[in-house]
């Protein structure tokens, strides 16, 4: 087992970026693609070196790493045309680090197989503010050695890094993850405007509720900005809603009903209806708003 | 203002009995009933002083907690015949514990504020183990004079005890906290089907969701049970219905749609069907297996 040393990324997004200097801060050499130009060129002023294409960017990287959209760019760079399979070294890794259908990362890891490369799925949780701070959970599908070999590097973007099976196994872990922290949302919603409309005093509601058994990350750390009124992402209603999305075809696939989720996914459409896709996704509490008639966020502007 | 020293306690139920050794073992002077006869006799062996009736305990009492299943129970007692009125001293303290519906409590407030007596609603969270430990949560409504002079008596019984406002405002906090505790349960339901469908480890799924934004006290504490199929409670599915039966009367009074809820309380009613009402509430994970015609408890006996 060799130590990687030359590190290809592509996509330098809200994550992608902050991912990159993390990586560029441990001493790692890092090739850097996206399809606007400028966020390169931002990243070479940290020394990142830009490449024109994710196979470019393959022939010099014995790890490329991708954090993407969603399930089609992924599959475009990995196995498109000028992608990273046409350039890629023997015995490279390419780990997608974007939340895609664990279906589709399992198809990528068979494309690549025959080709002697190896393909991790490792989805990640913590937003922008872990992926600045190197705390991003992250969780981990593919073949164990090459999980091994990635570790050191996971460990420089994260700090809950666990392999969680085969390939598929990290974004079905995400999407899992997914389902929950939504239905959080959706507890917390519906929990404070039942409380703002019965008259309670919201930040003494907060306090007793979050120390108890109805206490959660979310009512935690988003509670607060609800009663501010800060909507800011975060992480957006948008992103939130293509993951539901796959979680939901995932679960569709398994013949799993999930009421709940699909519950939340509805009225996120609501949300998105109102123009809050770019929203963070606390702004579900908006959907209970609308339904109601009355407001929340904003009344009570710290 | 006179330190109570005369504590009357009726209903002695899971949650009153072991409330009742706290306050004596604190030095109390404790009367006590309940409408079976064994259970107060069974405190009289902690030197607690069974009385025949409501009316009896209030004579001999300054302050007269009530710890019932219900509205029409929580209605009985304190204004029936042989009811706390019926005896209540001249500047007594009527303090219900019961989780009951928050109308009620002011009503209830309004029909003692004529006699001289205070009423404080002030409903729990934390279960047996709380009030047996003394760890409670405990949000109160009513004057804050008559709460002032309960404090003491309120720390030796629970440890986060919160005046919430007015007659009413503990029990519409205590609902609050059940709308997001009962949502959070369906959240880790969903999550944790979709794990075992997905064909994960789940103990190593549990370890990474409950760290991240997707963590809960539900997850934390009853997660572990449900992958050991532990379903014994805790928090009894029946009682948690009731309380989710006031938060959507509430809800409805004041014109607010609570879709999550509802639907909580619909998947309650097939764990209720299948004959699961004296489980505990992660029992509600059943429910979704029902759905799927899939098990996820108990497949994995530690």
Redo the contacts between chains.
């Keep these: 087992m060799t130590n990687v040393k030359q590190i290809g990324f592509i996509g330098l997004g809200i994550m992608g970026k902050p991912m990159v200097r993390n990586l560029l801060k441990a001493g790692y050499a890092v090739t850097v693609h996206d399809s606007r130009e400028d966020a390169s060129n931002e990243l070479a002023a940290d020394s990142a070196v830009p490449a024109g294409s994710p196979c470019e960017v393959a022939r010099r990287s014995e790890l490329v790493i991708t954090m993407l959209p969603d399930s089609p760019q992924v599959s475009q760079v990995v196995a498109g045309k000028d992608g990273i399979l046409e350039g890629a070294q023997k015995e490279a890794t390419v780990m997608d680090m974007s939340t895609i259908a664990?279906a589709t990362a399992r198809e990528l890891a068979d494309l690549c197989r025959p080709k002697g490369v190896d393909f991790l799925d490792a989805p990640v949780?913590?937003?922008e503010s872990g992926a600045i701070a190197a705390t991003l959970?992250i969780?981990v599908g593919g073949k164990a050695e090459a999980f091994d070999k990635c570790l050191p590097i996971l460990r420089t973007l994260g700090k809950?890094v666990?392999h969680?099976?085969a390939s598929g196994?990290g974004q079905?872990?995400k999407?899992?993850?997914?389902?929950?922290?939504?239905?959080?949302l959706?507890?917390?919603s519906?929990?404070?405007?039942?409380?703002t409309?019965?008259?309670?005093?919201m930040e003494?509601?907060l306090?007793?509720?979050s120390?108890?058994?109805?206490?959660?990350?979310?009512?935690s750390?988003l509670g607060p900005k609800i009663l501010q009124g800060d909507l800011e992402p975060g992480?957006k209603v948008r992103l939130l809603q293509k993951d539901l999305r796959l979680?939901l075809a995932?679960?569709e696939d398994?013949?799993?009903?999930?009421?709940?989720?699909a519950?939340?996914h509805q009225?996120y459409r609501s949300v998105e209806a109102a123009g809050k896709g770019e929203k963070g996704m606390q702004a579900l509490v908006t959907a209970?708003e609308t339904?109601?008639?009355?407001s929340l966020t904003g009344t009570r502007s710290a």
């Design positions: 664990p949780s913590g937003g959970s969780m809950n666990v969680m099976g196994a079905s872990a999407l899992c993850n997914q389902v929950i922290a939504s239905l959080n959706l507890a917390m519906e929990g404070l405007m039942l409380a409309k019965s008259g309670l005093e003494k509601l306090s007793v509720v120390a108890g058994a109805a206490g959660s990350w979310m009512l750390n992480f979680a995932a679960a398994l013949k799993l009903p999930l009421p709940g989720a519950l939340v009225l209970i339904l109601s008639g009355s």
